[in-house]
């Protein structure tokens, strides 16, 4: 990673969090490594893991980072909520000026957040990654740049890379915004309801990584064959009915 850790006076505050889902082998060092950077890089900030029902060790896991981190806090849902659920409260959850997420499974850096940080102007509203390579076999590569284009097209979305989900937001414009997805197709949503209320995108390149612990659970035919109608069911709602409440 190429270190541009600096300090910029336009954030402030960070609310960093991660969605959990049997990621105990994996969040507590995404934990250490964003804390590390932003105790460089600002002042004031957060670290919150909304642990999705997980039916491995993640809580307690959690519970015991809790006592050497301060920063840290959790939200703990009893049962799996989905993909989108856990941004929901991820964001409910942040507190702070600027708000940060990425995933839980370690496929990105988490100390990368500093190349967010550094990117932020006065007029940006998110600071939205895109992989530089990306760390998959051959088959999720293709799958992954099908389904990005093809969403790109059908949501109009004004970034190169939607299914990347390393982002800074700024806090004041997400409140402009309502979610209700909770599967995967959040993203989706979430970049086009950003896009509506005008806010100003930043894109900078992250590093992506083989999952180094799991499965994911996207490149399976069922999951494939529902991310497919959940958009279908996003784009009627979104791009044909102009339903955004």
Not at 112 to 139: L, N, Y
């Amino acid at each position: 990673m190429t270190d541009v850790r600096q300090r910029n006076p336009l954030v402030t505050s960070v609310s960093a969090f991660f969605p959990c889902y049997n990621d105990a082998l994996s969040i507590g060092k995404l934990v250490r490594d964003v804390r590390e950077s932003l105790v460089e890089s600002v002042d004031d900030f957060e670290i919150i893991v909304v642990n999705d029902g997980s039916g491995d060790n993640s809580l307690k896991v959690l519970q015991e980072l809790q006592k050497e981190i301060g920063e840290l806090r959790i939200v703990n849902h009893e049962v799996n909520r989905g993909y989108g659920g856990a941004l929901l409260s991820g964001f409910a959850a942040s507190n702070k000026q600027w708000v940060f997420y990425t995933d839980g499974d370690a496929q990105y850096d988490a100390r990368e957040i500093v190349r967010c940080i550094a990117a932020v102007t006065e007029s940006s509203d998110v600071i939205q990654g895109f992989k530089i390579g990306r760390g998959d076999p051959i088959h999720r590569r293709v799958i992954g740049r099908v389904y990005h284009h093809g969403v790109r097209f059908l949501f109009r979305l004004p970034v190169r890379d939607t299914d990347c989900d390393f982002r800074l937001i700024r806090n004041a414009i997400l409140e402009k915004v309502r979610l209700r997805s909770t599967t995967g197709v959040i993203c989706v949503e979430m970049m086009h309801a950003l896009n509506r209320v005008n806010a100003n995108f930043v894109e900078v390149g992250v590093s992506h990584y083989h999952r180094p612990h799991g499965k994911s659970q996207f490149f399976r035919i069922p999951a494939i064959s529902r991310s497919a109608l959940q958009l279908l069911q996003l784009w009627t709602r979104l791009m044909l009915r102009r339903s955004y409440d």
